[in-house]
Nanobody, 112 residues
Framework: QVQLVESGGGLVQPGGSLRLSCAAS????????MAWYRQAPGKEREMVAL???????DYADSVKGRFTIFRDNAKNTLYLQMNSLRSEDTAVYYC??????WGQGTQVTVSS
C-alpha cells in the first residue's frame, strides 16, 4: 500500500524559510514523478512544484526563484525548500505521487 506522509509545516514570519518533507512508502518513489500542491482557504488546489524521475523540475510562476523541489531516492523522501515566504504562501501543502497518490497535507502559515 502506498503512503505519503508530509511534515515540516508550521508558522513562519514573512521572509522566513521552511522545508517540507514527504516520506513515501513502497517502490513508487524512484520512478514516479512527484509534486507539491497547495490549497488556500476558498481557493482551488494548485500545483506548486514538480520533479520527474530524471530530476527535471517545474514550478508555478508565483514561487519561481523562492522554492526548490528535490528528492532523495535513497531515503524515499521528497522535499520542498521554501524561502522568502509571503503571506500569500499560506495554505495546506500536499505531496503527490504519479499514479494518483496524495498525502494528508501539512499546514503552512506565513504571518507576523
Amino acid at each position: 500500500q502506498v503512503q505519503l506522509v508530509e511534515s515540516g509545516g508550521g508558522l513562519v514570519q514573512p521572509g522566513g524559510s521552511l522545508r517540507l518533507s514527504c516520506a513515501a512508502s513502497g517502490r513508487i518513489f524512484s520512478y514516479n514523478s512527484m509534486a507539491w500542491y497547495r490549497q488556500a482557504p476558498g481557493k482551488e488546489r494548485e500545483m506548486v512544484a514538480l520533479i520527474n524521475s530524471r530530476g527535471s523540475t517545474d514550478y508555478a510562476d508565483s514561487v519561481k526563484g523562492r522554492f526548490t523541489i528535490f528528492r532523495d531516492n535513497a531515503k524515499n523522501t521528497l522535499y520542498l525548500q521554501m524561502n522568502s515566504l509571503r503571506s500569500e504562501d499560506t495554505a495546506v501543502y500536499y505531496c503527490y505521487a504519479g499514479g494518483g497518490y496524495w498525502g494528508q497535507g501539512t499546514q503552512v502559515t506565513v504571518s507576523s
